[in-house]
Structures are given as C-alpha cells and as structure tokens.
Nanobody, 124 residues
Framework: QVQLVESGGGLVQAGGSLRLSCAAS????????MAWFRQAPGTEREFVAG????????YYAESVKGRFTISRDNAKNMVYLQMNSLKPEEMAVYYC?????????????????WGQGTQVTVSS
C-alpha cells in the first residue's frame, strides 16, 4: 500500500501563492486516484482537488476553481497542488490522499490512504 508525505506548507500573505508537494512510496502510484483535502480547526475535512490515475483528468471544489491546480508526475511518484490568490479562510492543514476508486471521488471515506498533512497559514 502507498505511503504519502506532504511538504511545501508555510506562511503566506493573502493573495499569495504556495505549491504543495506529496511524495508517494510503497505502492504502484499510477494505480491511485489522488487528491488534496484540507481541514481547518473545528471543521470537517473537505475536498479541494483531485486527479485521475494518468493525470488526464482533474476536478476541483467550486471554491478553488481557477486558482488552484493539481498535477502529478507518475515517473517521480509525486502529486502537486499549486495554490494562487490564497485567502485567509483557506488557512488549514492540507492533506494528500490516495484512492483505488475510479472516477472522481470527492468524499473522505473514498480515500484509504492519507498523509500526515502540511499546515498552510494565510495572513490577512
């Protein structure tokens, strides 16, 4: 099974950008649908962006469309999340997740594999 490790979080001003990375190991990366979720204190974990096994399809939460871009490099076992025009309300722990499901899963229970998360702090 795959293990996931996120990196790239940090402090950014509102309107700024960050690029998150997720390194996968221990599994056949190209057989996993991958996604990013986020969780702010006191809230449920929510879907942010997903990408199909080949990288040929991407899908996003409405709130991030046009500002965030998910991508993957199956040769390097990596998935990325480019976040632009960040808002203070998007401050959260961001998690990388992997699913054996086909299609476009967006619910937390559809993802069996999770990283430890990386903190994104957006100052106003």
């Amino acid at each position: 099974q795959v293990q996931l490790v996120e990196s790239g979080g940090g402090l950014v001003q509102a309107g700024g950008s960050l690029r998150l990375s997720c390194a996968a190991s221990g599994g056949t990366f190209s057989t996993y649908t991958m996604a990013w979720f986020r969780q702010a204190p006191g809230t449920e974990r929510e879907f942010v962006a997903g990408i199909t096994r080949t990288g040929g399809g991407t899908y996003y939460a409405e709130s991030v469309k046009g500002r965030f871009t998910i991508s993957r490099d199956n040769a390097k076992n990596m998935v990325y999340l480019q976040m632009n025009s960040l808002k203070p309300e998007e401050m959260a722990v961001y998690y990388c997740a992997g699913s054996r499901m086909f299609g476009t899963p967006t619910l937390t229970y559809q993802y069996a594999y999770w990283g430890q998360g990386t903190q994104v702090t957006v100052s106003s």
